[in-house]
């Protein structure tokens, strides 16, 4: 039983990890800005602001293991004047006060969730590995790889052991954002006209597949020091993800074929380019170095996390549409 301080743990990610780590007979100490009362968490403290407290020692004491999930993310209608500057000083500035604190109060092992976008936006021909060199192309991805680079430093100075899980889309109950969109676009009966993306493959992250995956990087002996990609498995096409979307919901599939040619130009002449290249590109990535040094699998399909997300999705309040 280890004793673990799961920062961000009010977050969609963090609320399955709490529960996930609490089931396996560890002791959780939910680490939120507020000091909410996180589900499956033994204890509740407030970190407040990471890049700016006067209390780094209070956080981690009496901790074995830290899981650290708390980030600023993609924002959407960005307002900042200098965005850069303010993902450095929560994603940066924030994990190296956290790092250097787990370093001076002796915990043992620190898990970093990190995204595949410090590789980059897409791939071609090949999926990415570790091997390849960071490419970050936005401000989230350049402060992640920045936050990296911090922890590697650290951990090859101290008695810290770090571990880097680099991810890609995670979904599942709670998800939000694009993915959440794209399910309530799926839960209407109108043809959709994603059934000519085939060729693309793009990983994905069940969220329950991540929290088992954070819990054997807790405490591997193979883990420390090292970064790894982690994703369900096999990746999906576009048109092979809003098939089972469709299925998990119990709707018609009714794709129809429009050509990702004319697709992509219509999506950005009404300012959706991004989600069309989402949509018709591919961004997968290799895992099997995960596979190999932790001997770890996806406890789920990816067919059992649609259906367990649609699941959520029909049984919660201001999540379905009202589209038919």
Known sequence: M??????????FIGRAVCIDLAER??????????????????????????????????????????????????????????????????????TRALAEAAERNNVQRLVFLSTVKVNGEATTGRPISEADLPDPLDFYGKSKWEAE????????CGELET??????????????????????????????????????????????NLADAIAEALQHPNAAGK????????????????????????RPARLWSLSPA???????????????????????????AFVKDLGWHAPRAMQAGIAATAAWYRSTPNTTNDIE
């Open 25 to 94: 007979g560890h002791h959780v100490v939910a680490g939120t800005r507020s000091g909410r009362i996180v589900a499956g968490a033994h204890e509740n403290r407030r970190l407040g602001d990471l890049a700016q407290s006067q209390e780094t020692d209070r956080w981690v004491s009496n901790i074995d293991t830290i899981v650290h999930l708390a980030a600023r993310v993609h924002i959407m209608g960005e307002k900042s004047s200098d965005p850069l500057t303010a993902f450095r000083r929560v994603n940066v500035e924030g």
């Open 262 to 288: 004319l697709l992509r130009p219509m999506l950005s002449l009404v300012g959706k380019a991004a989600v069309a290249d989402r949509l018709t590109g591919s961004l997968e990535i290799d895992t099997s």
């Open 149 to 156: 680079q911090i922890l590697t430093e650290i951990g090859s």
């Open 163 to 208: 571990v880097v899980l680099r991810v890609p889309l995670v979904y599942g109950p709670g998800v939000r954002a694009n993915f959440l969109s794209l399910l309530r676009l799926c839960d209407t009966k109108f043809p959709l006209p994603f059934g000519a993306i085939t060729d693309n493959r793009r990983s994905l992250l069940f969220v329950g």
């Open 2 to 11: 280890m004793r673990v301080l799961v920062t961000g743990a009010d977050g």
């Open 227 to 250: 970064t790894f990609l982690v994703s369900d498995g096999a990746p999906v096409s576009t048109a092979g993800l809003v098939g089972a979307m469709r299925a998990a919901l119990e």
